[in-house]
């Protein structure tokens, strides 16, 4: 199992990103696709999480109304569009793909399978 996360970027505070995380390996229908980020010093956290059969989708309240999860089958693609961008949002991003339960989609004991991680910068 392959993840390919892209897109991240410098940008300036209100500005926008859309991360791209690439899936390849296997069948992800019966999945989670997660993006959590780490900032330095930071423990790595949730961000957005989606249920690929579902379309079911779990934000961080942070980035809630701000940063939308989606996903394209064809594709076997999933994307974070982030928008209205803060400084706290910096950090680096990374995808996920497991088959958590309950809260466990927002946790990264949920996931098994991570990619390599993207940068996102967010200047004042």
């Known amino acids: 199992v392959q993840l390919q996360a892209s897109g991240g970027g410098l940008v300036q505070v209100g500005g926008s990103l859309r991360l791209s995380c690439a899936a390849s390996g296997r069948t992800f229908s019966n999945y989670a696709m997660g993006w959590f980020r780490q900032a330095p010093g930071k423990e790595r956290e949730f961000v957005a999480a989606?249920?690929?059969?579902?379309?079911?989708?779990y934000y961080e309240d942070s980035v809630k109304g701000r940063f939308t999860i989606s996903r394209d089958n064809a594709k076997n693609t999933v994307y974070m569009q982030m928008r209205s961008l803060k400084p706290e949002d910096t950090a680096v991003y990374y995808c996920?793909?497991?088959?958590?339960?309950?809260?466990?989609?927002?946790?990264?004991?949920?996931?098994?399978?991570w990619g390599q991680g993207t940068q996102v910068t967010v200047s004042s």
């Open positions: 989606l249920k690929w059969s579902s379309g079911i989708t």
């Open positions: 996920a793909a497991g088959s958590p339960t309950g809260r466990g989609a927002r946790a990264t004991h949920g996931y098994d399978y």
